[in-house]
């Protein structure tokens, strides 16, 4: 469904297109001339924007002109008489998607219709597109500020002296923490501070793949090695040469990949799947887990040599419960973060939020801090996060609106996913269904969040 905004000064031509809209499927807004056109343009998610050439005051070439200044992607069709077809081929230069020339049969505006939107459909999707390539570039390119690691307790400070010491270095790094502390944080700090600042940062989740896609991603294959190898693919070691790559989860990967890896770290070579050419790479390994590698090497389930070839600097990181003295300065420090993507204007948090949050024992650790408190920003509307603002399990106490999480064995994605769906359920009622309104109380672009309603089906139905 989608909006689709008709401007026209001619009540019965207006209504008569809103219609034949409102038969489609989608919701049409109407105005009775440009000025109100454009201010419901302003206040609603507009798909697509079909306005009559000549109005009083303000023409359909205002109109068109205010919403492409606003938006140059912008859909915005005319509505002409036969008399001047000229006039709306010089709106066509100045950006008009197309125009219909009056008076015109339903399924002529029908097609009109459903042409653009396609076309917008397809801006949506290449805009998800430039924002996956544009992840993609950050995780293989992209650098992290060491601000990023807040605090100034004993534990973390000792981990700041860690990092300073072991980032002028080549050895392998060992990280070791919770869920939630920090560990790629703590990656890319090293290789900020080292002498490979300048080339890549590489990072891969050990237990996000199959161990045959996980092969592929690390060494890469050559075309028609196996069944879909359909070109050549060039591998995360050979993407990281003269960087550093960051292997998390490392306790996930299976004997084979360990051999594999075991031989890379000792011979800086390795082949493409299917290849026989051996490549030589200069990078160096941060790896990373939550899990008890020696209790894996004694139960025969991870390489011993591997394991000593990995452990050669150990870096452990505190839990958060651990350092609660860094709590209001990590809260400061997400507040600043998040407010522009939540759109807040909170500038803090109140004294009493700030007992409450201290005294809670953080689980999820840091992750999970800054979630919370993403939470709060969205909800807040005060000034500053007051304890009603925290989400409900902080509090200890039941509230209509507490996140339900997952129970049963779920990975991490999973139980994200879930409290993503329950977040986006919430603000699409509190917006009563006006998708700009939910965005806005999301922080994050409306396009995004036509691609989260699609993925969990999400729809006016939940309104009802």
Not at 141 to 157: L, M, Q, R
Not at 400 to 429: K, N
Request: hydrophobic share 40%; proline share 4%.
């Amino acid at each position: 469904m989608a909006n689709i905004l008709v401007i026209d000064d001619n009540d019965t031509l207006r209504e008569g297109v809103a219609q034949v809209v409102r038969k489609m499927g989608h919701t049409a807004w109407t105005a009775s001339g440009g000025s109100a056109g454009l201010v419901l343009w302003g206040r609603h998610d507009i798909d697509f924007t079909i306005s009559d050439l000549k109005m009083d005051e303000v023409t359909g070439l205002d109109v068109l002109r205010g919403i492409r200044r606003k938006d140059p992607d912008a859909l915005v069709m005319i509505i002409t008489a036969f008399g001047t077809i000229e006039v709306a081929v010089d709106a066509m230069r100045e950006g008009a998607f197309d125009f219909i020339t009056k008076p015109f049969p339903p399924d002529l505006l029908r097609a009109k219709v459903e042409k653009a939107l396609k076309v917008k459909a397809t801006q949506r999707d290449n805009e998800r597109l430039r924002e996956v390539n544009s992840q993609l570039m950050e995780e293989v390119t992209g650098k992290y500020d060491f601000d990023e690691i807040v605090g100034e307790s004993d534990a973390i400070t000792r981990v700041f002296k860690t990092v300073r010491k072991v980032a002028r270095t080549d050895s392998t790094v060992y990280v070791y923490g919770e869920s939630g502390t920090g560990k790629e944080l703590v990656a890319r700090a090293i290789h900020n501070a080292s002498p490979r600042a300048e080339g890549p940062f590489v990072k891969v989740n050990c237990s996000s793949l199959a161990e045959t896609l996980l092969e592929s991603e690390l060494f890469g294959h050559e075309k028609g090695s196996f069944t879909g190898a359909h070109k050549r693919k060039i591998g995360r070691f050979e993407l990281g040469d003269g960087g550093t790559i960051f292997l998390d989860e490392i306790g996930d990967i299976s004997p084979s990949i360990q051999l594999k890896l075991l031989r890379v770290l000792q011979e800086r070579e390795f082949e493409r799947v299917g290849g026989e050419e051996t490549l030589q790479v200069d990078v160096r390994v941060v790896t990373a887990t939550n899990k008890d590698l020696r209790k894996l090497v004694a139960t025969g389930e991870f390489r011993e040599d591997l394991f000593y070839r990995l452990h050669i600097i150990p870096l452990t990181l505190p839990p958060l419960r651990d350092r609660r003295s860094d709590v209001p300065l990590l809260t400061a420090h997400f507040i600043a973060k998040l407010a522009r993507r939540t759109r807040s204007e909170v500038s803090g948090m109140s004294a009493e939020a700030m007992k409450v949050l201290e005294g809670y024992p953080f689980p999820g650790n840091v992750r999970e801090l800054e979630n919370i408190i993403e939470q709060s920003l969205v909800f807040a509307e005060g000034e500053l996060i007051e304890v009603d603002d925290l989400p409900a399990h902080i509090l200890g106490a039941p509230r209509g609106d507490l996140l339900q999480v997952p129970e049963g064995e779920r990975s991490l994605p999973e139980i994200l996913e879930e409290l993503e769906h329950q977040l986006i359920v919430r603000a699409y009622r509190k917006a009563r269904g006006v998708k700009t309104e939910t965005a806005r109380l999301l922080g994050i672009k409306t396009s995004a969040l036509y691609y989260k309603l699609e993925k969990y089906g999400v729809d006016e139905a939940i309104l009802e």
